[in-house]
């Protein structure tokens, strides 16, 4: 089976622009997390989507959003991009997490913001 | 909801030393506990985790956890450690049986010495 896979991996924007950031689960996999992960706050969880529906939200503003599609794919968005928002942006696809079951995480996307 | 410390964010270790990367977590419900992996410029791998039975969960790469529910830790350790063992090392739990996201701690950096 092919691995979660995320693209891209590289991403330059600057403040005030946004972006949109894309996750393709493993094939089967329902549950697609996200998290940030930063030196000084370490992975920091965004959000968890089961079968299109929003299951789970972290603590972050309203500039972040996400959906997830039929097919399981996932992207996230973030409007209005500040300084602080640079990050690797990891995802995490599962078949379900309720059953203890691993998260197989993506390589992630790494967004600078200038 | 539960919480995660990892007490370290660093340990340095000299190679074929021991080692111990220290967890401990609080929840009011019944838990899962994971350890992932995170090798340089890479995402997540699942290292091993506990979902019931047995407190003592290996991985297939020499290292091991032990949950211990009175001390409420899940602290990972291997006897002898290689230089390809560097790596960031985070702890995770989750509540039994229910759909609440999965906490991550901070993490742990294992510096590998000469």
């Known amino acids: 089976k092919a691995g979660v896979t995320q693209t891209p991996r590289y991403l330059i924007k600057t403040r005030g622009q946004q972006v949109t950031l894309s996750c393709s689960p493993i094939?089967?996999?329902?549950?697609v997390s996200w998290y940030q992960q930063t030196p000084g706050q370490g992975l920091q969880f965004l959000f968890e989507?089961?079968?299109?529906?929003?299951?789970n939200k972290g603590n972050f503003p309203g500039r972040f959003s996400g959906r997830q599609f039929s097919n399981s794919r996932s992207e996230m968005n973030v409007s209005t991009l500040e300084l602080g928002d640079s990050a690797l942006y990891l995802c995490?696809?599962?078949?379900?997490?309720?059953?203890?079951?691993?998260?197989?995480f993506g390589p992630g996307t790494r967004l600078t913001v200038l | 909801a539960q919480s995660v410390t990892q007490l370290d964010s660093q340990v340095p270790v000299f190679e074929e030393a021991p080692v111990e990367l220290r967890c401990n977590y609080s929840?009011?419900?019944?838990?899962?506990l994971f350890w992932y992996v995170q090798y340089p410029n890479q995402g997540l791998q699942l290292l091993l985790k506990?979902?019931?039975?047995?407190?003592l969960v290996e991985s297939i790469n020499g290292f091991e956890a032990e949950f211990n529910k009175s001390q409420t830790s899940f602290h990972l350790r291997k006897p002898s450690v290689h230089i390809s063992d560097t790596a960031e090392y985070f702890c995770a739990v989750s509540a039994v049986n229910r759909d609440d996201k999965i906490i991550f701690g901070k993490g742990t950096r294992l510096h590998i010495l000469p």
């Open positions: 506990y979902l019931s039975g047995s407190t």
């Open positions: 989507y089961f079968s299109e529906t929003q299951r």
């Open positions: 094939s089967g996999h329902r549950s």
């Open positions: 995490a696809s599962s078949t379900d997490r309720v059953l203890g079951n691993e998260q197989f």
């Open positions: 929840s009011s419900v019944s838990v899962y």
